[in-house]
């Protein structure tokens, strides 16, 4: 067995084993065993950032009118297309809430001042 097939049976049965119930209510994420820290403001938040020259960080949104984001995109009109993911985790089977969210900025201030849950 080469050891690229070795490392991919390694793999699908780690998979397999994690996916049971019992063992996926006993895992704990790597390095989510306690809370990553205080929770920030926005302002504290980018003050906290480090980005290469000649980029900056603006704060264009903040909760309550994003709520944990998965996943974004701007349209040619600039709008921000933002994925929320309301249950994640999620601990049970049913109906899901999560949602698409459209942010706009519509006085041009560069904050976005209008949202709408698309889907």
């Known amino acids: ?5 070795l490392a991919y049976c390694c793999l699908l049965l780690t998979g ?18 306690r809370p990553p820290g205080p929770a920030l403001s ?7 950032m480090t980005v290469p020259p000649g980029f900056s960080v603006e704060l264009i949104a903040a909760e309550p009118d994003v709520v944990n984001p998965t996943a974004m995109t701007i349209d040619e009109r600039g709008r921000y297309w933002i994925t929320e ?16 969210r459209i942010l706009e900025d519509t006085d041009g201030d560069g904050r976005t001042d209008h949202t709408t849950v698309f889907m």
């Open 1 to 5: 067995m080469t050891r690229l097939t």
């Open 16 to 33: 397999l084993c994690l996916t049971t119930p019992a063992a996926a209510d006993e895992r704990i994420p790597h390095a989510q065993d």
């Open 42 to 48: 926005p302002q504290q938040a980018i003050a906290r």
């Open 85 to 100: 993911s309301l249950e994640y985790p999620r601990r049970s089977p049913g109906p899901g809430k999560d949602r698409v």
